[in-house]
């Protein structure tokens, strides 16, 4: 089934251009809330879209610029527990105009993470999963569990 869905993206969806596979990931603390509701999943993968492709496009300097990426969610860890997060192969870089490509320079993921908690914040709060006080509990932490990991370019 793995083979098969690698060799779909490479010869129908993937264009022959740089990519990177980019890893999205929430804190212990939070993951009850995307056990006992999954439709939380799909705002989860939202979430890192909006970070993600808002970092690419504003790399770019064109309005028109396009980025593209293929996100999978898995639900478990190596041990096999639940573990929500969010699998990426994303351009490296976006479209723009006639359909021209530019990469952008290197990423620092760390970045992106700031960003991301914002959005799962805003996003479980909106849902009335969260309390403001669980979201400064959470900030109050020295590491937020919160991770975003940016692969080489491929």
């Known amino acids: 089934m793995a083979r098969q869905l690698h060799s779909r993206l490479c010869e129908n969806i993937l264009k022959y251009l740089s990519h990177r596979q980019w890893v999205f990931s929430i804190p212990k603390r939070l993951r009850i809330y995307f056990m006992f509701d999954r439709s939380l999943l799909s705002k989860l993968n939202q979430c890192a879209w909006n970070v993600l492709n808002r970092h690419l496009r504003q790399a770019v300097s064109y309005e028109d610029a396009v980025a593209g990426a293929v996100i999978a969610i898995q639900s478990f860890g190596d041990f096999l527990n639940f573990n929500p997060h969010l699998h990426i192969i994303a351009t490296d870089g976006c ?3 006639d359909a021209s490509f530019m990469v952008c320079p290197t990423p620092d993921a760390k970045d992106l993470e700031e ?8 996003t479980l709060k909106a849902e009335g999963k969260i309390s403001e006080a669980l979201i400064e509990n959470i900030m109050s932490w020295r590491h937020s569990g ?4 940016c692969g080489n370019a491929i």
């Open 146 to 149: 919160f991770n975003v990991y």
């Open 115 to 122: 960003l991301f908690r914002y959005e799962v914040f805003k």
């Open 95 to 97: 479209f723009y105009g």
